[in-house]
């Protein structure tokens, strides 16, 4: 029996790893969480009416959070979808809070994640907690997508470094846009920093991002975020599946 040569064999395995890699996890042209009810800036009671529009991850979980300033979580709470809930969902829930005072600020994060529990999508809203009292239920804009990609597209093959990142992106707060590849094992290889001067203002931007010749393929995810500024987590967040092969 003939071998094949091995530039053979490397682009059979590039050609059918390139056919079965996720686009889910794209961060254009799909929002994957919008968030309707509460909107930013609403002072609510418990318990929370939220409802949002959510594409379920690769592990069918849809993460919820409240936490206040320190970081303290408030509510937590982990809902798993069916499997073959592949479309965006109509998502609600009921959030019940205990707080030792009234005005407490808090921020309300949704997340998904990918079939390797890696962060696939994140959206959040900041909120004031009320014991009692009447509610401010704020609406919640729903505009154009914070971040679009022209390239890389989602699932494709890198062979060479830089991968280079461009698109434009409207950043949410003062806080740098993070770009970081992630393993399939939840590990960042690589994080980079794009400064943002002007808050809530979109600008196209190109980020070149250096990685180092590991042995064997990569699967990444490509994940771009920002931080909030009064609270210690993302405020936003989408990602895209790449394959890295140096």
Known sequence: MLKRPPAVLILLFLLILGWQSPIAGSAQPDQMINILTPGEGSVVTAPIDLRAMVHPGGDGLIRVTLIDRQGNILVRQLLRLKPSDTETIAFATHLAFEIPVDGTPALL???????????????????????????????????????????PEAGEIITQSPLVVSGTVTPVNSRPIVFELVRENGGVIISKQLPVNQPGVAFDFEVPIIFTSDAGIQNMRLVIRQTAQDFPADIILDSLPLTIFP
């Open 109 to 151: 994060t949704i997340a998904t994640q990918d079939q390797t529990h890696r962060p696939l999508a994140l959206r959040s809203v900041p909120l004031t907690l009320q014991r009692n009292g009447p509610e401010i239920i704020e609406s919640q804009p729903q505009g154009d997508p914070w971040l679009s990609i022209t390239r």
